[in-house]
């Protein structure tokens, strides 16, 4: 999983029915300003902008659903409350 | 998921015959001007060159489709309406 | 798999229902000291700050748990005791 | 699923027998000259040397084949014609 | 699947049970010196240190294997006689 900051969303209209009522999300990877490194997540955790969160990639996005048959490669799995990362 | 814009597409008469049918289009990533990030992805939203889409990559991309044994990494799953990025 | 260096850890209290009772650990692979290249795995082999790690990422990750769906896509498989590399 | 260029190929005695009888083929990526962007993929597309293909990469691999517990994860699933760029 | 050097080997006596019996190599991407792209992979191919190899990665490394359920992203499927690479 990474971690990420929720920077904005995502509106499409015209999509695959299969991602209907899903929150789509632009996650930014955490320690970086570079906005090429952004990415697109659906949010199964209530989260929103200025979060801090918690993203799941892969194939295992799809287990955070009670269907195997999404097309989602990546979703919020948790917000983040704390990181504690000790660096010597 | 990510976000891209269509800046072409490919043909190619000598395929794999699952691949039959599909419009192959080519997507750059959005927020950077580098052909060599870009990539190919059959469309499931009917998109076209111009268009800012969503991606889903991977395993994930076989679930827009009806059917799994389909060798597609790459689905444009969506086209964006509004991208709303909030950054401080 | 890589290795890695466990250089912290993350808590989520709002998550995904699948991941409780995970210890989420933050992962830097080995020889970097880039914080952009850390990840979060989930442990499954009593690791801790300071310990080098063996990580399995993707589909692969889920299988070292005794269930399938389970949104994680990286998992601590092992503590590395030696590393025994030969360079010309 | 990416564009590149065949520029070589691959022989192994020594190797799985589920890879038996499959033409291993060195790919570019499409765009760069750097050869530590290359890599194998199995040609199910009858490519050669000089061609420039399709390739799917993943677990959607697999799915090039009539079976699916082949150790693959990349494959030549078509030859291009033509690539078709419009950029502004 | 990518072509890499075997560098090294890594122990862990603590680890995931079903990676008992495995010979964990490193393996360092071929084309360069960066120890940070290296990574490790199990073996099948009866490769050892100086071997240059063919890895898969991904849930295809899996199919190297009788059974499903091992947590292995990369597996060395064959040990690469020659790389034959036609450069204009």
């Known amino acids: 999983m990474i971690i990420g900051d929720v920077i904005g969303s995502v509106w499409a209209t015209r999509k695959d029915e299969k991602l209907n009522g899903l929150k789509l999300l632009v996650v930014?990877?955490?320690?970086?300003?570079?906005l090429r490194a952004s990415f697109v997540a659906a949010d199964t955790a209530s989260?929103?902008?200025g979060d801090t969160v918690l993203v799941t990639k892969?194939?295992?996005?799809?287990?955070?659903?009670?269907r195997e048959r999404i097309p989602v490669d990546s979703v919020i799995v948790g917000v983040v409350d704390s990181i504690d990362i000790k660096e010597d």
Request: charged content about 25%.
């Open 28 to 34: 930014r990877p955490k320690y970086t300003d570079d």
């Open 47 to 49: 989260a929103g902008v």
């Open 58 to 66: 892969g194939s295992s996005a799809r287990s955070a659903f009670g």
